[in-house]
């Protein structure tokens, strides 16, 4: 970038945004600052965007975007970096667009262990007031016009600077600048006392009934959440023995919500506190526990809605292992305990649904338990015990995230155990409390946690990937078999699992109701998805025991699914093939590969040479040998059973047909294939960069690829190439010297990337059969001249400029062939 070279420096930025480890805002806006320098303002505005997004406090990304965005984003911009920049003419900027914004005050604070500073602009005769609450402390102070501060003389009337000392507490204080009777800034501090522990001496001494359970519901916005929260935990408080619930109003700004949890708690059973000022989760909790005199307790956002019984079975949980210190159940909304699809936010179900997949997760799962490396606040039981030990919750951190996660990691350092109760479901809206402020909130406060927990974020990691909780999903997914199937995709979990998901997108959005069943690579089970968030997504049979294959035959009865679909042959093992003659449903097989003759698919030896099965209409001998992989098309003879018509062939796009038609045809001239035409281009007067777009990363298309390279560089030392995709080895090709290696790229921005890459001419180097995969299909919709191996042998003609190769040429006639058609 600093040389000028900004098409180098995009290349560089734009691979480091595709690959791992996951790419972080300043990636994204070191690829804008290089998109902008190449004339790219909407490519650099949107990757603005998303470090925004990543982390919405980016002091660079936020200058970027009041510089370049629109005026909606130049005017969010300008009110975050009122908070975040120290730059005077930068805070200039900003506040002439709030002032444009009708902004009447504005202000800036920072704050420290000792000392509140900051300033604050501001229109009209009256003064600002300063106050700083929370705690023991109560502090005000009038502010008063600088004639000399360096804002001044902007866009603003009035300005004036301010430094005010923080007495020390243990508990969060709140800073307001308020004019005119209304607040225009208010911001959260964090204790500044040694220690920010919940103090056991404050609880009031109780009668230590170890069967007491208090509910803690913080409130802050969303009446109609809160509503539905509170009428759902009524049946579970009221008329029971030792249970409780203390509504904590923390300074709500909407009325109506604070009349009604007034009025709801007069139920018996109910109590409200009112914080006098905005004090976050953590401060309304532990205020809350401070009065608390026994018994284990329950954290409960206002906007879940809780199942019958469901505080009992916690409770029965607590009570079977002493080393239990927090519980968290299942939900839609749950992070580490989401379902059906794990660590999403899946959408809120009707009360009805939540209602019975409780019901079948406390019939399934009764008395299991998952570990986890912390619990979730939204929904998470506290023991006694446990509390004791380690007191209420840390207010080093902001708002409402991360105080559960440092709470659970406090606990599991006295030796206590976080855990999942699978056999517990709570619905749960999600971020309803703070909206658009949570991934800002969430990014600043991991900081803290990371700080304070080494290894912590490692460990999550660790968790997602072993996801202990799939077996206690899968159980409840069985009972709840999606009805009126349109259709089934059967698969492998190879290069042709793309082709099935590809598939079942298009079946999906044409209001078809499909699953797709993947068998593992070694044939033992098969798994069970949904391309959407619909259930379900943890399913797996294990085929090679009768009681799995019932198991399955049960599953798929429940399923009542209309047809099949077969993207790989090769994998309907003889008892999966009976299992679907069993149904009787009309059967299809996918034309994706050369599965119907070759069992690898690929017409390709071990030795990467061309298979001689097409001329012989058998498997070769090198695929003999392997007899599991032999097994569907030596045994299933899925041509003898089209041309019985009791299955149908279905090529999955235009250039399948000929291919289908060719495997399927019994005629004796497949050994005098002719060579696949390469009519259709001229040559190209000028040379330019070249793209080979992946498949899948197999190693067939590396070794090719890397052959393809080799050779290029010796015959045309100067031609670059852009490898779009991830390969098996990307440094291994990059090493080469004339390719570079994009990452990972999503189908929708290949035509954007391609232009800002200056590619004119696209090759698919994978050397087999293969249709119908996404980056195939999105390659023929680039309008720019593609070369392909041609698998129709010359029946097909090439759209004019492309490139039909014949698949038997060795890498140097390919090399030569591309070569002649790039100009190089």
């Known amino acids: 970038m600093s040389s000028g070279d900004f098409g180098a420096a995009f290349m560089f930025a734009d691979r480091r945004c595709r690959i791992q480890p996951f790419a972080q805002s300043?990636?994204?806006?070191?690829?804008?600052?290089?998109?902008?320098?190449?004339?790219?303002?909407?490519?650099?505005?949107?990757?603005?965007?998303?470090?925004?997004?990543?982390?919405p406090d980016d002091l660079q990304a936020n200058r970027r975007m009041l510089a370049w965005g629109s005026d909606a984003q130049k005017r969010a911009a300008a009110s975050k970096l009122i908070s975040l920049d120290d730059d005077v003419p930068t805070l200039r900027q900003a506040l002439a667009i709030l002032r444009d914004a009708m902004w009447s005050a504005a202000g800036g604070v920072r704050t420290l262990d000792d000392v509140i500073t900051g300033w604050a602009v501001w229109n009209g005769v009256d003064n600002p007031v300063l106050t700083l609450t929370g705690g023991e402390a109560r502090r005000s102070l009038m502010l008063l016009s600088e004639a000399d501060h360096p804002l001044a003389g902007g866009a603003f009337e009035r300005?004036?600077?301010?430094?005010?000392?923080?007495?020390?507490?243990?508990?969060?204080?709140?800073?307001?600048?308020?004019?005119?009777?209304?607040?225009?800034?208010?911001?959260?501090?964090?204790?500044?006392?040694?220690?920010?522990?919940?103090?056991?001496?404050?609880?009031?001494?109780?009668?230590?009934?170890?069967?007491?359970?208090?509910?803690?519901?913080?409130?802050?916005?969303?009446?109609?959440?809160?509503?539905?929260c509170l009428q759902s935990l009524k049946p579970e408080i009221s008329g029971k023995t030792g249970r409780q619930t203390i509504v904590v109003n923390d300074a709500t700004p909407e009325p109506e919500l604070a009349r009604f949890v007034e009025c709801f708690c007069d139920e018996a059973g109910f109590t409200l506190l009112i914080n006098d000022s905005n004090l976050g989760f953590a401060g309304s909790v532990n205020r809350a526990l401070a009065?608390?005199?026994?018994?284990?307790?329950?954290?409960?956002?206002?906007?879940?809605?809780?199942?019958?019984?469901?505080?009992?079975?916690?409770?029965?949980?607590?009570?079977?292992?002493?080393?239990?210190?927090?519980?968290?159940?299942?939900?839609?909304?749950?992070?580490?305990?989401?379902?059906?699809?794990?660590?999403?936010?899946?959408?809120?179900?009707?009360?009805?649904?939540?209602?019975?997949?409780?019901?079948?997760?406390?019939?399934?799962?009764?008395?299991?338990?998952?570990?986890?490396?912390?619990?979730?606040?939204?929904?998470?039981l506290v023991t006694r015990r446990c509390l004791d030990a380690i007191g209420g919750l840390s207010g080093a951190y902001q708002r409402g995230y991360l105080e559960d996660v440092d709470l659970c990691l406090r606990a599991r350092e006295q030796g206590f155990r976080n855990v999942c109760a699978p056999s517990i479901f709570v619905a749960h809206h999600g971020s309803r409390s703070f909206g658009a402020h949570k991934r800002s909130l969430v990014v600043r406060n991991i900081s803290i946690a990371e700080a304070k927990f080494a290894g912590y974020r490692q460990e999550c990691a660790l968790f997602m990937d072993a996801d202990p909780l799939r077996d206690a999903r899968a159980v409840i997914e069985r009972k709840l078999a999606p009805a009126d199937v349109d259709v089934l995709l059967i698969s492998?979990?190879?290069?042709?699992?793309?082709?099935?998901?590809?598939?079942?997108?298009?079946?999906?959005?044409?209001?078809?109701?499909?699953?797709?069943?993947?068998?593992?690579?070694?044939?033992?089970?098969?798994?069970?998805?949904?391309?959407?968030?619909?259930?379900?997504?943890?399913?797996?049979?294990?085929?090679?025991?009768?009681s799995g294959l019932d198991d399955l035959r049960s599953y798929l009865t429940a399923t009542s699914f209309s047809s099949v679909e077969i993207v790989e042959p090769r994998v309907m093992s003889c008892q999966l093939s009976g299992l679907f003659e069993e149904f009787g449903r009309p059967l299809r097989v996918l034309t994706a590969d050369a599965g119907l003759l070759c069992p690898r698919g690929t017409l390709r030896k071990p030795d990467g040479q061309f298979c001689t099965s097409l001329a012989s209409d058998t498997p070769c001998e090198g695929c003999t040998r392997q007899d599991r992989a032999v097994v569907a098309v030596r045994d299933i003879d899925w041509r003898a059973r089209w041309r019985a018509s009791t299955a149908e062939i279905n090529p999955p796009c235009d250039e399948a047909n000929e291919f289908a038609e060719f495997l399927m045809s019994p005629r004796p001239d497949k050994a005098m294939l002719p060579m696949a035409s390469s009519a259709g281009f001229t040559e190209p007067s000028v040379s330019g960069r070249i793209a080979l777009m992946t498949q899948g990363s197999s190693l067939e298309e590396f070794q090719l690829m890397r052959q393809f390279l080799l050779a290029a560089v010796k015959a045309s030392p100067a031609q670059e190439f852009i490898v779009v995709g991830a390969s098996a080895d990307d440094l291994s090709l990059m090493a080469v010297g004339n390719a570079f290696v994009t990452g990972s790229v999503e189908i929708s921005d290949y035509a954007a990337l391609l232009g800002r890459y200056e590619i004119g001419r696209a090759f698919l180097p994978l050397p087999r059969p293969l249709f119908g995969h996404p980056v195939g299909l999105a390659a023929r919709k680039l309008g720019m001249p593609l070369a392909y191996f041609d698998w129709s042998f010359g029946r097909r003609v090439p759209e004019d400029g492309d490139l039909a190769i014949d698949p038997r040429s060795s890498v140097t006639d390919i090399v030569a062939t591309v070569a002649r058609w790039g100009g190089f």
């Open 26 to 55: 300043h990636h994204f806006a070191l690829r804008a600052e290089a998109l902008m320098r190449l004339g790219d303002q909407a490519g650099a505005v949107a990757d603005v965007a998303t470090a925004l997004a990543l982390s």
């Open 159 to 228: 300005v004036a600077g301010f430094s005010l000392r923080r007495p020390q507490s243990d508990a969060g204080q709140t800073v307001k600048l308020i004019l005119q009777g209304r607040c225009f800034l208010q911001v959260a501090c964090a204790p500044n006392a040694s220690g920010d522990r919940f103090a056991d001496s404050k609880r009031p001494a109780g009668s230590a009934d170890p069967n007491a359970v208090t509910v803690i519901v913080p409130v802050y916005g969303d009446l109609a959440a809160t509503k539905d």
């Open 291 to 380: 009065s608390i005199s026994d018994g284990d307790v329950l954290l409960l956002n206002a906007d879940t809605l809780v199942s019958p019984g469901f505080i009992d079975r916690m409770v029965e949980i607590a009570a079977s292992d002493r080393s239990i210190g927090t519980i968290t159940p299942l939900s839609n909304n749950g992070e580490f305990t989401s379902f059906p699809v794990p660590f999403e936010c899946n959408p809120l179900p009707t009360h009805a649904e939540a209602l019975n997949i409780d019901r079948i997760a406390s019939e399934l799962n009764r008395g299991r338990v998952i570990d986890l490396p912390n619990g979730i606040g939204f929904c998470m």
């Open 492 to 546: 492998g979990d190879g290069i042709l699992k793309d082709v099935a998901l590809e598939r079942a997108r298009r079946l999906t959005a044409a209001g078809q109701k499909t699953l797709m069943l993947w068998v593992s690579q070694q044939g033992t089970h098969v798994h069970v998805n949904t391309v959407n968030a619909d259930m379900p997504h943890s399913l797996a049979f294990d085929v090679n025991h009768a």
